[in-house]
């Protein structure tokens, strides 16, 4: 087939469409011959089109003349389990004079695995449905090689990581010289890097990528840390991977296993320089008498064609290590500061009002009333002047009236009033609203905020026209004493721009610190709701954590933070009508909350096994 050209009007398109087909197997590919000849032929591009996703997804482009001469693209489809179709698309900008053709289209290992009779034998899997009969290490892969999910149904979703949604239990390391960006479709930089993830075979799928451009130099590293494992003893650990290593500037991805928190550890595998766009399985056996964990390292190479790509992590036959005694726990590096219960710009008498209270209960200010600790700062007011809930967050924030509503970032204060340069170049959270904006910051700062819709309304935002690369800003509630069993966070958040970092929700609990929440790499230009559930806790506080991009490019903003049905249980002394599950400390829940998996009564006992 090939192009010929009748006219000169703008923007003219010839598109080729493929017939439908339904679903390919594992380890599909396609090829074909094509010729793009001319002093202004201009460029063409192969679309992958599946049936319920708007957007295309880019599988292969030419953008130039490329000689008097056939040349071969090799195009890995990988499964896709939805009907689908190609679009070969040539547009033409008015001025054309050139040959684009394209011969000898193929497919090659695209169907399932066949059904087989009998599948015997320690290292294989009989699929459920298709009765395919494959090897076990494609067990748990998130890949569908069965065709019938059946090979992927029992699994434990924390030994494996599509990045769908985050970094599930992998963490980046803080003693290296940048981070890996989780993103989805094609990288920055043309002509290198994934155009689309492993795990959909499309643009809407997310993958690990690191970003060689400016400013990366030579040589500079990120790395990947795994959760740790208990020791394997005989081998029977797998860790299976998909890189992607393409661009003429690659330089190296290598997989260490370590056994002590801040070492390297040693080399299990690397692989150097430019593999080709597509997507290497790689597995690996491990062997460890000891807790271990892996390093994922990805190396800058000289130039900006070498992005890395990674995607579809798993081990098989490893479990997750749980002993809290030993001396080798690499993810409590960073301690978060401790931080004060009392929040700036409260009025408070000096001189509490005549009372007996004990030091183990709190005084409200009005009455000289008692109140238990626990009662202060759990989002009810047990005092008549409600200054049990004075110095606490307050439930709804919009940052109107430039309220910070109890927040508050205790990297600042701890600077001690200090406003040196250190100070005002820090990355940070501030209030901020569109009307106050740089022209240019419009591209990546929210130019109205959630509450008005205004360019007058304030949010609160994390500057990354300050700080470096990777730095963090947090901001941070007072001790919160106890919540009831539905209580959620609902926030709006926007995060737009070339260079976004991560947003995370985190729940901080004495000296341990976990993730509820992480939102990385750009959202589009609008707000987007979240809704976070803490359910039934106690003295602690939520920390909103920004990560700042490699650029000034992307700011992170939140507003309209909202602690919803948080307030604990309030159990009166009616009785429960028909339509009510009496709890075993006399509080009346719908029958309707019974067995669904969420503690409703705060005692557990509406989803009590007997019942």
Same mark, same amino acid.
């Given at each position: ?28 590919t396609l ?9 202004s ?14 957007q ?5 482009? *030419? ?46 290992n ?25 090897? #076990? ?6 890949? $569908? ?10 699994? /434990? ?36 890097? %994934? ?21 990366r130099?030579?040589?500079?590293k ?14 029977t650990?797998?860790f ?31 692989k ?7 997507w ?13 964990q ?17 995607? $579809? ?27 004060s ?9 000096? *001189? ?16 000289g ?8 700062? /759990? ?5 008549? $002047? ?9 439930e709804?924030?919009d940052?109107e009236?430039?309220d ?17 340069i ?24 929210p ?6 819709c ?19 800003? $947090?901001?941070? #509630? ?6 009831? %069993? ?26 341990? *610190? ?49 602690f919803?049905?948080?307030s ?14 009496m ?12 067995? /669904?998996f ?14």
């Amino acid at each position: 087939m090939f192009i010929l050209k009748s006219s000169n009007s703008i923007s003219q398109i010839a598109r080729l469409r493929s017939p439908k087909f339904r679903q390919t197997g594992s380890n599909c590919t396609l090829s074909f011959w094509y010729y793009n000849y001319g002093q202004s032929v201009g460029a063409a591009e192969l679309q992958l089109l599946v049936d319920g996703l708007e957007q295309p997804t880019v599988l292969w482009r *030419t953008y130039y003349n490329e000689g008097n001469q056939w040349l071969k693209a090799v195009i890995q489809l990988g499964r896709l389990p939805h009907p689908f179709q190609f679009s070969l698309d040539k547009i033409s900008l008015g001025v054309y004079e050139g040959v684009s053709a394209i011969d000898d289209i193929r497919f090659e290992n695209c169907a399932l695995p066949p059904p087989a009779l009998i599948c015997e034998g320690p290292n294989r899997f009989w699929c459920r449905h298709t009765k395919a009969c494959i090897d #076990t290490l494609l067990v748990c892969d998130l890949v $569908d090689d069965c065709g019938d999910g059946s090979d992927e149904g029992n699994c /434990d979703p924390d030994l494996q990581c599509n990045f769908e949604n985050g970094l599930c239990n992998w963490e980046q390391e803080v003693q290296d010289d940048f981070d890996w960006i989780r993103i989805r479709g094609p990288t920055p930089t043309v002509n290198t890097g %994934p155009l689309k993830d492993h795990t959909t075979g499309t643009a809407r799928g997310h993958y690990l990528y690191l970003e060689s451009s400016e400013p990366r130099q030579f040589r500079d590293k990120a790395v990947l840390l795994s959760p740790l494992f208990n020791p394997s003893d005989y081998g029977t650990c797998v860790f299976r991977f998909h890189y992607h290593m393409f661009g003429k500037e690659v330089y190296k991805l290598s997989v260490f296993q370590r056994t002590v928190s801040n070492a390297n550890g040693w080399l299990l595998w690397y692989k150097f320089g430019n593999q080709e766009n597509r997507w290497i399985r790689q597995t690996l056996f491990i062997s460890s008498s000891k807790p271990f964990q892996i390093l994922v390292k990805g190396i800058v190479g000289d130039g900006f064609t070498g992005d890395i790509g990674l995607d $579809d992590v798993s081990f098989l036959g490893c479990t997750l290590y749980n002993g809290a005694q030993h001396p080798f726990d690499p993810f409590f590096k960073g301690h978060l500061p401790t931080v004060s219960t009392t929040t700036s710009g409260t009025s408070v008498p000096a *001189t509490l009002p005549m009372n007996n209270c004990t030091e183990k209960e709190f005084v409200c200010r009005a009455s000289g009333h008692c109140v238990q600790m626990i009662q202060k700062c /759990d989002f009810r007011p047990d005092c008549s $002047d409600k200054s049990d809930e004075s110095a606490c967050v307050m439930e709804v924030c919009d940052f109107e009236d430039k309220d910070l509503c109890g927040w508050h970032q205790p990297a600042l204060e701890q600077m001690s009033g200090n406003y040196s340069i250190l100070f005002t170049k820090k990355f940070k959270w501030q209030l901020g609203r569109g009307a106050n904006l740089y022209p240019e910051e419009e591209q990546h700062c929210p130019l109205i905020d959630h509450t008005m819709c205004t360019e007058e309304g304030w949010y609160l935002f994390a500057d990354s026209s300050n700080g470096e690369f990777g730095d963090t800003a $947090d901001i941070v #509630t007072p001790v919160i004493s106890l919540t009831g %069993p539905r209580c959620k966070i609902i926030f709006w958040n926007h995060m737009n721009g070339s260079t976004i970092g991560s947003l995370e929700v985190l729940y901080k609990s004495s000296n341990k *610190t976990s993730k509820l929440w992480i939102q990385s790499g750009s959202q589009g230009p609008q707000w987007n709701r979240a809704e976070v559930f803490l359910g039934i806790r106690s003295n602690f506080q939520v920390i909103f954590r920004a990560k700042r991009g490699v650029s000034y490019m992307g700011d992170v903003a939140v507003d309209d933070i909202t602690f919803e049905d948080c307030s604990p249980l309030l159990i009166s002394e009616k009785p429960c009508t028909s339509e009510e599950f009496m709890c075993a400390n006399k509080y009346c829940i719908p029958k309707n909350n019974l067995c /669904d998996f969420v503690n409703d009564c705060e005692d557990n006992s509406d989803e009590s096994p007997s019942i």
